[in-house]
């Protein structure tokens, strides 16, 4: 165990007598860190030890830390107008330019948006917009949400219940009804069922579910584009064109979750830009403001935003910060950030590397069992035995572990199970890189041999 010494010692004292934090665990958080400042890629603790921050605050620092642009645009904004109304009858000019970019920026199909203060409250968006959207249509049974086991779309109720990691659910069972998960195509263990390809075969399992529940009672399938806090699962590339015509022939509407993927750090602007297909929906949050301001929103196409403009009633679902004027500031900013300095190409490139590095320093540990990533998004999952791809017991607590020896030697980021993750911000620079490369081998290797 760490010997924490007095500043860190002191302010956790103080942490541990008044606040509660997310995930709330006291004994887990006796060994947390105290951050208080940050650069770039670097983040420093209350003792003045520097980390890589291997996970870019949590994915959503893609600009770093320090940034002075987006703090200058915050600035700005905050002297001019700190806040307004974003309700129906009141609007405000960033909000409008931010509406305005996004639609050239995001899938053709998409031109209309909606904000909110994150991703959770992104995912409760879609899935009011999709009832209504059924509603307004005139198939009101239309109400159920089909999502994927291993992924996150937040844990507010509703969002919650479209999650598909069992363990965010039991203390706050019941769920809300008429959601149902579908198996991820996770192509290290999904096990296809027909002699179709594999991500045919894990597309298809949608097929079921919808004739399962009956299509006239489906509203919308939600899924991540490459599944993160799952862990960073990348679908295979027949998987979603394949999802796309399951949604039409059924009509049932397509929410792509890109709250982690939106914003180049898979390597594309949007992370189904690397499948050729749009959604009907999309969800974003995180990387819009890098995280310098709580921000996030959904993005409908035509025929949605043309349904809700026809509507008499109001669609009674609002925020008090919905179109916040300085998050729209800061995400405007972001946007001109994310197109000067090509975000996207940087992350592919930056990912490449990454993951290259990775396979050829671990690929040989008999304890590595899968190498994964897209863009700037990687996992190294670890395995008892990697021919029959046993994971290891829970009580081994084998990821824990190596997350705990990387924290010792400079890298801070997260594992799933036994899958430690990448997604360090888009401004990490090459010998940084090697240096995460160079810390988790070393990491393993204390911990596995
Ligand atoms: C894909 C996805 N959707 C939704 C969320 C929830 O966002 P928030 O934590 O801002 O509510 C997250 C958070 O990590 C996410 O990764």
Redesign the pocket.
């Known amino acids: 165990m760490t010997q924490t010494s007095s500043k860190s010692a002191d302010l956790l004292a103080r942490d541990r007598a008044h606040l509660l934090h997310p995930l709330h665990n006291a004994k887990q958080h006796q060994q947390a860190r105290v951050w208080v400042s940050g650069q770039g890629a670097i983040l420093t603790d209350a003792d003045g030890k520097t980390f890589i921050d291997g996970l870019a605050g949590?994915?959503n620092v893609t600009a770093g830390h320090g940034n002075q642009e987006l703090v200058h645009a915050m600035h700005e904004q905050a002297g001019r107008l700190a806040y307004v109304s974003g309700y129906s009858g009141s609007s405000n000019p960033r909000a409008i330019e931010l509406a305005e970019q996004l639609a050239t920026l995001c899938y053709p199909s998409i031109s209309h948006f909606f904000f909110t203060s994150?991703?959770?409250?992104?995912?409760e968006s879609s899935i009011k917009m999709a009832r209504a959207y059924w509603k307004h249509r005139g198939q009101s049974a239309k109400t159920k949400v089909i999502s994927r086991e291993e992924g996150?779309?937040?844990?507010?109720l509703a969002?919650m219940s479209a999650t598909g990691l069992s363990p965010y659910w039991p203390l706050f069972e019941p769920r809300v009804p008429g959601f149902s998960h579908i198996p991820s195509p996770y192509p290290y263990r999904y096990e296809g069922r027909d002699h179709q390809s594999q991500g045919l075969s894990a597309a298809d399992e949608l097929e079921q579910a919808i004739l399962r529940e009956g299509a006239e009672t489906v509203a919308m399938f939600i899924a991540?584009p490459v599944q993160?806090?799952g862990g960073v699962i990348v679908p295979q590339d027949d998987y979603f064109p394949r999802i796309r015509e399951i949604c039409d022939r059924y009509q049932v509407l397509l929410v792509a979750?890109e709250?982690?993927t939106g914003f180049g750090r898979t390597g594309e602007m949007f992370g189904l830009n690397h499948w050729g297909i749009e959604p009907d929906i999309i969800?974003f949050?995180?990387a819009i403001t890098s995280g310098y301001f709580?921000f996030?929103g959904i993005g409908i196409n035509d025929s949605i935003a043309d349904t809700l403009d026809k509507a008499d009633t109001p669609w009674m679902h609002a925020y008090t910060y919905s179109a916040h004027p300085v998050g729209c500031a800061v995400a405007l900013r972001m946007l001109r950030l994310i197109k000067e300095e090509s975000f996207p190409e940087q992350a592919a490139t930056k990912g490449r590397r990454l993951l290259q590095q990775l396979r050829s320093a671990l690929s040989d540990h008999p304890h590595v069992g899968d190498i994964r990533g897209k863009g700037l998004m990687c996992a190294v999952e670890l395995v008892e035995n990697k021919e029959t791809k046993e994971a290891f017991s829970a009580e081994q607590q084998i990821g824990m572990r190596v997350n705990q020896e990387a924290i010792e030697k400079g890298l801070f980021s997260r594992v799933k199970g036994d899958s430690y993750l990448l997604a360090p911000p888009v401004v990490t620079t090459d010998s940084q890189l090697d240096q995460i490369v160079e810390i988790l081998t070393k990491a393993i290797r204390a911990i596995l041999g």
């Open positions: 949590l994915w994150g991703g959770g409250e992104a995912t996150y779309h937040g844990v507010t969002a991540e993160g806090a979750d709250v982690i969800q949050a995180k709580p996030g």
